[in-house]
Nanobody, 115 residues
Framework: QVQVVESGGGLVQPGGSLRLDCAATGSTLDIYDMGWSRQAPGKQRELVAYSTRSGSTNYADSVKGRATISRDNAKNTVFLQKNSLKPQDTAVYYC?????????WGQGTLVTVSS
């Protein structure tokens, strides 16, 4: 089993920045992809960004140029740096880790962008 824990959410003003952290523990040897999704109030969960074990990254169009995902394979951690935050970035952000057969999700961390 893999446990995924996020941290770093909070209240941020429009135009501000924050970093979300995520750590995977447990049976992590076969983890390939790690990344972030988000779910805004009244909307479906959407992929934000992910990183493969080899270092390839992929971003949703809505965050391209404003987000950077980074990963430490040795520590099974992944980080999401978000800049130029907008009110529409308000959501619960979920970290995920994927091994050969399953996806593992964290409990989520709330990011609120408001003045």
């Amino acid at each position: 089993q893999v446990q995924v824990v996020e941290s770093g959410g909070g209240l941020v003003q429009p135009g501000g920045s924050l970093r979300l952290d995520c750590a995977a523990t447990g049976s992590t040897l076969d983890i390939y992809d790690m990344g972030w999704s988000r779910q805004a109030p009244g909307k479906q969960r959407e992929l934000v960004a992910y990183s493969t074990r080899s270092g390839s990254t992929n971003y949703a169009d809505s965050v391209k140029g404003r987000a950077t995902i980074s990963r430490d394979n040795a520590k099974n951690t992944v980080f999401l740096q978000k800049n130029s935050l907008k009110p529409q970035d308000t959501a619960v952000y979920y970290c995920f880790a994927v091994d050969r057969t399953r996806e593992f999700w964290g409990q989520g961390t709330l990011v609120t962008v408001s003045s």
